[in-house]
């Protein structure tokens, strides 16, 4: 009797593999990716000093904080300096990757595992940066001019590149799955992705760590035996911020007069990166085909059929 009843409750565990099926997606790229806006903020401080030298370079820019006094003939002082650097642009991306789903159609149920995108597949996004500079009042010499200081001055300055947006998933998601009709599903998830980025600017790579970020799936899935399709058009956002603390290289920078306006004074800026800020507001399409999981039928007969009772000889 004990045997039947295990052989019933196998029987039923049995039932329950069958009716749960396993997909293994790969996105569709066109139409998977990112559109939207891709912005990177970043906040420095440091120097700025003329490009004199007088070997190298003596009829460079001279510079000296202050709006009046002396100015010796080979004098050439660092002014304290705030740059902010904005860098925002649209971003029109390709995703490629994929994931893993369990359906479980008869409780309403969908599983989300092994999530892992790259979206940015189809290669860096370029964005345009916009210099704001905030100084405390100096002269130049070389060109002669004057610069008040506690007003910022913006600069357009070349690009930024946004190098890598990984998308990982943390931990297993379980959503909800509607039937629609046959072979036909609503379905909504919200998992958790460790999201990493990393950009370019001025010749350096800086990295974003990874940070846990919400990611709502959500839209229509249909099976076609061995095969299915899953489709997701969501809202996807981010933002996250690092402290560095780290010396940037020096650089140069052609920089506007002010007083009077239309010359432009050679300076080198030494600046230390204070904080990075990245952030998406963008739409997420996911676009993917699955291909059924066979399930391990043998192994569950067989271990169904050790709990059978012998026929006596």
Not at 23 to 39: E, Q
Not at 46 to 54: A, E, F, R
Not at 197 to 226: R, Y
Request: proline share 9%.
């Amino acid at each position: 009797m004990r045997q039947w009843m295990s052989a019933a409750l196998a029987l039923c565990a049995c039932s329950h593999l069958a009716s749960a099926q396993i997909f293994d997606f790969t996105l569709n790229a066109p139409p998977s990716g990112l559109s939207g806006t891709a912005g990177i903020d970043i906040d420095t401080t440091g120097t700025l000093v003329g490009n004199w030298d007088p070997t190298s370079n003596p009829e460079g820019t001279r510079t000296k904080p202050g709006l009046f006094g002396t100015f010796g003939a080979t004098e050439n002082v660092p002014v304290n300096v705030t740059l902010g650097v904005g860098a925002t642009g649209p971003i029109n991306s390709r995703a490629s990757g994929g994931f893993r789903l369990s359906l479980e159609a008869d409780g309403g149920l969908v599983n989300l595992s092994n999530y892992a995108v790259n979206l940015l597949s189809t290669g860096p996004v370029t964005l345009p940066i916009n210099l704001s500079l905030l100084y405390d009042s100096f002269r130049t010499r070389n060109p002669t001019s004057t610069y008040i200081g506690g007003v910022p001055l913006t600069i357009p300055f070349g690009e930024a590149s946004l190098t890598r947006l990984d998308a990982e998933q943390l931990i297993p998601a379980q959503g909800s799955l509607v039937t629609t009709g046959p072979g036909t599903y609503d379905f909504s998830i919200i998992a958790l992705v460790n999201l990493t980025a990393e950009f370019s600017f001025l010749g350096n790579t800086f990295a974003i760590p990874a940070v846990p970020t919400p990611l709502l799936l959500e839209g229509q899935l249909s099976i076609n035996g061995s095969t299915a399709q899953f489709l997701s058009v969501q809202p996807f956002a981010f933002s996250n911020s690092v402290e560095p603390g780290v010396a940037i290289p020096q650089f140069p920078l052609e920089l506007p007069t002010i007083l009077p306006p239309g010359l432009i004074a050679n300076v080198l800026f030494d600046l230390t990166l204070d904080a990075i800020t990245a952030s998406l507001d963008t739409t997420l399409t996911t676009n993917a085909t699955g291909v059924l999981v066979p399930a391990p039928a043998s192994l569950a007969l067989l271990g169904f059929a050790s709990l059978l009772p012998r026929r006596r000889r």
